[in-house]
């Protein structure tokens, strides 16, 4: 195509969607924007995101929290230096000695996954992930068609 | 006058040119409804600085334009990929042909119906991803590298969509080119 033909083309197609008037919104767009406004104005002041608060009580919120987070910074602090604490630490490490038994199941199983993948041969797994993924593949494509056709502008 | 009050005034000056802009970009009404009524919300929260501001109209659009872009894209990445592929010859503007009016009745079909009516019916068929280029240059100004940036796609595939929307276009509205380049509608 030629530099002549693109740029009259441009100029035309500009002139074209330049000159479209706006659209007419619906009439019940202006209701529904101030209904909703009324409804968000009976939300009390907490329901509201923080940044919606009032300016002070962001400033309180800031303040109590950062109380909060020093006094649980100085009471860790506190705690592990503790003998109670320690004694509590490894009583608590005696309640998760169970997991070592799911953990030798876990091997167990594992070590078995590698012996039937050398029975079977890594050939036979490639090709099960490989159908599994066409199989995927299929599901997302025949999902789009589906959805190209259901959607599509008539 | 209360601020609500004022406030509905404000939104009734503006919500045809933001609804335009929402619409034009998504082609569904209940969509550019709800895209719509969130950009008056989120201007009722910066209504003091807006307010007589000369910039409000430029503030509307720009969040009604990415509000609309990312409405688009929530649901556009799940099927682009397949989209993309059915388009077929990429100068059929990536809609079929039968879309169009016949040829034999093409001319009557458009002096029937309003001009406006015709351009804007045209562009809401043009597939979303020629469309949404081709609104964001013309009607709304930007450039191929912002609208490359906003959409999150090269910039030759930006020139390229751009140039198929209005080669379908030019089609759609039957324009030909004359010689002493000026364009002509048959509609």
């Keep these: 195509m030629n530099p002549d033909y693109n740029k009259q083309l441009e100029a035309a197609i500009s002139r ?12 019940v767009l202006a209701n529904r924007v101030m209904a909703a406004l009324e409804q968000r104005a009976r939300v009390p002041w907490y329901r509201h995101s923080w940044q919606m608060w009032p300016v002070v009580l962001q400033a309180a919120a800031l303040v109590v929290l950062l109380v909060l987070f020093g006094g649980l910074c100085v009471a860790g602090w506190e705690l592990s230096q503790a003998e109670a604490t320690t004694l509590a630490l490894h009583r608590v490490g005696e309640w998760f ?28 797994i490639v090709t099960c992930l490989v159908a599994a993924g066409i199989g995927y ?6 999902g789009t068609v589906y959805f190209r056709l259901a959607f599509a502008k008539r | 006058m209360t601020d609500a009050k004022q406030f509905e005034g404000f939104m009734r000056n503006y919500q045809n040119m933001v609804f335009s802009t929402a619409m034009r970009l998504l082609t569904n009404q209940s969509e550019a409804e709800d895209v719509t009524q969130e950009v008056f919300l989120r201007a009722y929260e910066r209504f003091g600085e807006l307010q007589g501001s000369p910039a409000v109209g430029g503030w509307l659009k720009t969040v009604a334009t990415n509000l609309s872009l990312n409405h688009l894209s929530r649901y556009r990445s799940r099927w682009t990929f397949f989209s993309e592929i059915f388009t077929g010859d990429p100068d059929a ?12 009745n093409a001319g009557e079909e458009l002096e029937a119906r309003d001009r406006h009516a015709a351009v804007e019916q045209a562009l809401q068929k043009l597939p979303t991803a020629q469309r949404v280029p081709l609104v964001l240059y013309h009607l709304e100004g930007l450039r191929y590298e912002e609208i490359a940036g906003k959409l999150g796609v090269s910039l030759g595939k930006v020139k390229t969509d751009i140039s198929r929307g209005r080669e379908a276009l030019r089609k759609k509205l039957r324009l030909t080119l004359e010689p002493e380049n000026s364009l002509t509608g048959n509609a």
Excluded: R
């Design chain 1, 16 to 27: 074209e969607l330049k000159a479209l008037p706006e659209l007419t919104a619906p009439a």
């Design chain 1, 97 to 124: 000695s169970g997991l070592s038994m799911i953990e030798n199941t876990f091997k167990v199983l594992v070590s078995a996954a590698v012996l039937v993948v050398k029975k079977l041969g890594t050939g036979f």
């Design chain 1, 137 to 142: 593949a299929m599901c997302v494509g025949l």
């Design chain 2, 93 to 104: 503007g990536g809609e079929p042909e039968m879309e169009f009016a016949d040829e034999s």
